[in-house]
């Protein structure tokens, strides 16, 4: 079509598509705020929302003080480690202490130390006994930690069991809301998706094609890329099923057009090559010529040979799958031109009505 239009003409439609691109793009960045905003139409859903009311923060309450327990029980069982280490080394310089004097008192068999023996025997007993309450403490100690970290498991556990409970409940209500989100994409897409296909179907050649297209495109963006990507899946049942929806709507559609054009070609080839001239567009037959097929049928010929053909010897001067007249003559000057052409490439006379009937007759 490009090479049938003039030049200022082929500016003009290059503005336009440039006008149709440029109100998509205004029309997706709307479409996308107004479908961006829509999740904010459902409420945010949290954990708290599936599990009692108080339960989980008593539970969390429960869990941080048995901790500071054990923390605590830790830090005494630390200090009690210590002094059991402390007592025992006491007692174990004590008794070496009283073995040595023992020993020389052995040697010397002195009665009067006996006093001293009794005394000595009582300390090393007291720091014995000193060591065994310090030993006592640190078993306190370690089953008081023992208990709170019990406590802290069992609370834990306790508020673990709760939260599963919970968030199985917010996966499955996200799941509702995901797809109450989907269908209100759904409710504004296919709306302008059927909008698209009415003005694709009836608007896309009129005056104010370029807002048309760029609606088109516009609905074209909303429906695969605002709505396809959040399609629920499934397991894949969802996706596969809308995919093979689309596919034979798409492929009726398409199948349809094919019948309905192939029964208005023949239709139209059986009609006179006048009529047939006659319901053709200038633009539409150069655009048609340009791409190397017949006006009439869209069939392939070979139209550079014919326009190097002569007036004479076989040249081609009518379709030979339908008939319609590709080369005449001029009426003023003879000059063989495209049968199309309205003024003569060589003496420039308007093409004459009958020039159709002089299509092949020599010169």
């Not at 202490?97 to 090393?124: C, G, H, K, V, Y």
């Not at 495109?217 to 909303?222: D, R, S």
């Not at 190397?292 to 326009?307: H, I, M, W």
């Amino acid at each position: 079509m490009s090479k049938s239009l003039r030049l200022s003409e082929k500016w003009f439609r290059r503005g336009l598509w440039l006008v149709a691109l440029v109100f998509a793009g205004f029309l997706i960045g709307l479409g996308g705020t107004v479908v961006g905003d829509l999740p904010r139409v459902e409420r945010t859903l949290q954990l708290e929302d599936f599990m009692p009311p108080g339960r989980a923060d008593a539970l969390r309450e429960s869990v941080r003080q048995a901790e500071e327990k054990a923390q605590a029980a830790q830090r005494a069982l630390d200090q009690a480690q210590l002094q059991v280490q402390a007592t025992g080394q006491a007692s174990r310089n004590a008794r070496e202490t009283f073995d040595n004097w023992l020993a020389t008192r052995r040697a010397t068999q002195l009665p009067q130390q006996d006093a001293e023996l009794i005394a000595r025997t009582r300390q090393l007993d007291a720091l014995k006994a000193a060591e065994d309450d310090a030993q006592r403490q640190v078993a306190a100690q370690r089953q008081q930690r023992l208990d709170a970290r019990q406590e802290q498991e069992a609370r834990q556990a306790e508020l673990h069991a709760l939260e599963a409970e919970a968030y199985e409940k917010l996966e499955a209500e996200q799941r509702r809301v995901e797809l109450r989100v989907f269908l209100y994409r759904l409710a504004l897409t296919l709306p302008l998706l059927a909008v698209a296909g009415w003005l694709f179907a009836k608007k896309r050649q009129s005056t104010w094609w370029p807002f048309v297209w760029g609606f088109i495109l516009f609905a074209l963006f909303a429906f695969f890329v605002e709505l396809v990507p959040y399609l629920p899946s499934y397991g894949g049942y969802v996706r596969y099923i809308v995919g093979l929806i689309i596919t034979v709507l798409v492929g009726r559609y398409v199948i349809v057009g094919l019948q309905r054009y192939l029964a208005r070609q023949r239709e139209a080839e059986a009609h006179s090559a006048e009529q047939r001239r006659e319901a053709l567009g200038y633009d539409t037959a150069l655009a048609r010529l340009a791409k190397g097929v017949c006006p009439g049928c869209e069939r392939p010929v070979d139209l550079k040979a014919a326009a190097a053909g002569q007036p004479t010897g076989g040249a081609l001067n009518f379709c030979p799958h339908c008939g319609i007249g590709l080369f005449d003559h001029c009426g003023h000057c003879q000059a063989r031109k495209s049968a199309f052409s309205r003024f003569c490439p060589d003496c420039g006379t308007s093409a004459q009505p009958d020039g159709v009937q002089a299509a092949a007759s020599p010169g």
